[in-house]
């Protein structure tokens, strides 16, 4: 167990477990919201332990191995969901902006980000051609 806040411990998990919790949650709600910022710290250098100690000279090396870990875990994450979702269920990934596409930005990008729409509901997201769209088409998709 690792210490979350102070006096509090929680057990850890293996991502592809938590997906298959993630989906679970699916299975008895019409519609469940997960957010990640693993990718964002990573991006921004600020995931793990090691932030504390990155040296300006090191710090893109430091980066890179904590985004490769971020989408490693998201990855397993995404992993379990896909397993144990159910046929009828539409699972939606995306991003409201960039920042692990280009290391050298200290900022978020407006570089296009990713929407994969998985399930029965995809069809809703078809002319989706950036953020503003998504909403819409989760409405649509309910």
């Known amino acids: 167990m690792r210490a979350r806040e102070p006096g509090?411990?929680?057990?850890?998990?293996?991502?592809?477990?938590a997906?298959?919790?993630l989906a679970a949650l699916a299975h008895d709600h019409e519609?469940?919201?997960?957010?990640?910022?693993?990718?964002?710290?990573?991006g921004h250098g600020r995931l793990g332990?090691?932030?504390a100690t990155q040296a300006s000279a090191g710090k893109e090396a430091i980066v890179?191995?904590?985004?490769?870990?971020?989408?490693?875990?998201?990855?397993g994450l995404l992993g379990g969901l896909l397993v144990a979702r159910r046929p009828g269920d539409t699972m939606l990934v995306t991003s409201d902006h960039g920042n692990i596409?280009?290391?050298?930005?200290?900022?978020?990008?407006?570089?296009p980000v990713p929407?994969?729409?998985?399930?029965?509901?995809?069809?809703?997201?078809?002319?989706?051609?950036?953020?503003?769209?998504?909403?819409?088409?989760?409405?649509?998709?309910?």
């Open 115 to 142: 929407l994969l729409v998985v399930g029965p509901g995809a069809p809703a997201f078809a002319d989706v051609e950036d953020i503003a769209g998504v909403a819409g088409a989760i409405l649509a998709a309910l």
């Open 64 to 75: 890179t191995e904590q985004v490769h870990t971020a989408i490693a875990l998201l990855d």
């Open 101 to 111: 596409e280009s290391l050298a930005a200290p900022a978020h990008t407006r570089d």
């Open 19 to 21: 997906g298959a919790n």
């Open 8 to 17: 509090v411990e929680t057990p850890l998990i293996a991502p592809a477990t």
């Open 49 to 51: 332990a090691e932030r």
């Open 31 to 42: 519609f469940v919201f997960y957010e990640s910022f693993l990718p964002d710290l990573a």
